[in-house]
């Protein structure tokens, strides 16, 4: 009996690790387009001279991410979503290759353009990820699933963002960006190869006789819809306004391009991971409520000390260089375990939604949360200015 059990226990393992790794995949190559708009982007802007209202307003590229609410019904009712994966992710492959041709200080509109097109494939492909996501994992898994999710989308951000800052000097603006083509390329090979269960799609409009208006009716009507969606509009407004200017506050000061790539885009963001890898396991131990509390407790009192290092910062002085990086470690560390937690949350309440809207459901929570954190990073410059 032995024999006939542990090969079928083995194979499943292994379909669970491939799972998981198929996940990681596809976030961290999600995370890209982020790390380069919010750690590449507006370092280099400010090196260059640009205003910090200017660097704010490039937020606005962000757009597709508060569309993607409407385009999320298409991809649920047409095609499967490996097709969309696919198609995203060759999207993304081609905008980098434009970008690689671009010199943004000479072409900044011409950038600009190829960044919102990377926005909205990425948002796309964001839609059709949750959605797989959702129906891959089962409740006990939703813990370390979402540790994963936020784990893998850093990690992106972080090559994109913290990483080239650091190494654009020796690669160069063109290469990096064929790098990251290449990076697009294949991964939607590995997506084309790897079995996926289809998904209900075609005409789930028609089936249910709902126009566009009742559909997101319909959404609002999922249980604990409205308490959820108020939680990730509010949650990182305060959070999102200090990691936009605290990083520009001090390259205005004593810190380099490349020292707060360092500091910020890599050390920090490697405290925001270990912060998701913990998170994930507080929802897996169901004491996610009661941490959530603390956690936001924890990090207003962190967001003081923050504004205390702002007020009395002395330039070149060790100890406000250290209290700044300290500062901004503990931020992400407690930003990353708040993070996975309010996924789970989301995703758990998503899984209560029929499954022909539930990438639709998701992503009106998503669209929601990103919204909530660029609203207050948006107007943030124009505060400090």
Known sequence: MARSWLPR?????????????????????QGIPYGLQSGLLPIYFRTVGLSFTKISLTKLLYLPWFLKVFSAPFVDWYFSKKAWLIFTMSGLALTCLACSFLTPEVDFLGVAVALLFMN???SLQDVATDGIAIQMLGREELGFGNSIQVVAYKLGSVLAGGGL???LHHLGWGPLFVYLALVYVAAS????????????????????????????????????????AGLVLIYKLGEQ?????FPLFLLDHSFSP?????????????????????GGQLMSNGRDWDS??????????????????????????VAFEVAAVLSMCIQHFIGGLITTLVFSKMML?????????????????AAIEVLGKVAFSTVSGSLVD
């Not at 309440?349 to 929570?365: D, G, N, V």
């Open 165 to 167: 800052l650091t190494f």
């Open 292 to 317: 959530l509390q603390r956690l936001l407790v924890l990090r207003f009192c962190n967001l003081l000390f923050q504004t205390w290092v702002m007020v009395n910062y002395t330039d070149h002085a």
């Open 9 to 29: 226990m083995v194979d499943q393992e292994r379909a669970m690790s491939l799972k998981f790794w198929f996940l990681f995949l596809l976030y961290f190559v």
């Open 349 to 365: 309440c998503t899984q209560k939604a029929p499954e022909s809207i539930q990438a639709t459901h998701y992503s009106l929570l």
């Open 258 to 278: 490349q020292k707060l790539g360092f500091w910020n885009g890599i050390v920090a963001t490697a405290f925001s991971i270990v912060g998701s890898s913990l």
């Open 241 to 245: 306004g200090s990691l936009s200017m």
């Open 120 to 122: 909205l494939f990425a």
């Open 189 to 228: 090979w590995f997506t084309s190869t790897f079995p996926l269960r289809p998904s209900p799609r075609g005409s789930q409009a028609e089936e249910s006789n709902l126009n566009l208006l009742g559909f997101f009716h319909e959404l609002l009507l999922v249980p604990d819809t409205l308490w959820t």
